[in-house]
């Protein structure tokens, strides 16, 4: 199984970024996707997840600004990124917990993080 990101890169502050994310191979079920983001000198902290039936929850910094969205049968999700603002700079790592057919239980996958910079 494969977790693999696209989508950032340098904006403005108040701009917006989409981020992109896909899982492949050989997938049974896919139970949720998310989006962690760790900045220089931080710890890595969830920014958004959402579940195969479509629940949603957001770190309380990006409410109102950001919105998580997936696409069961694609195995991927998304991550709208509005008003943008220079905390948000980070690395950008999707995450998923997924059963796949060849193992015994689920287990997490983290792709390898896309860079998200806003100036000011």
């Known amino acids: 199984v494969q977790v693999v990101e696209s989508g950032g890169g340098l904006v403005q502050a108040g701009g917006s970024l989409t981020l992109s994310c896909a899982a492949s191979?050989?997938?049974?079920?896919?139970?949720?996707m998310a989006w962690y983001r760790q900045a220089p000198g931080k710890q890595r902290e969830l920014v958004a997840r959402?579940?195969?039936?479509?629940?949603?929850n957001y770190v309380d910094s990006v409410k109102g600004r950001f919105t998580i969205s997936g696409d069961n049968a694609k195995n991927s999700v998304y991550l709208q990124m509005n008003s943008l603002k220079p905390e948000d700079t980070a690395v950008y790592y999707c995450n998923a917990l997924i059963f796949d057919r060849t193992a015994i239980a689920s287990q997490e996958y983290w792709g390898q993080g896309t860079q998200v910079t806003v100036s000011s």
């Open positions: 191979g050989n997938i049974y079920e896919v139970y949720f």
């Open positions: 959402i579940t195969s039936g479509g629940s949603t």
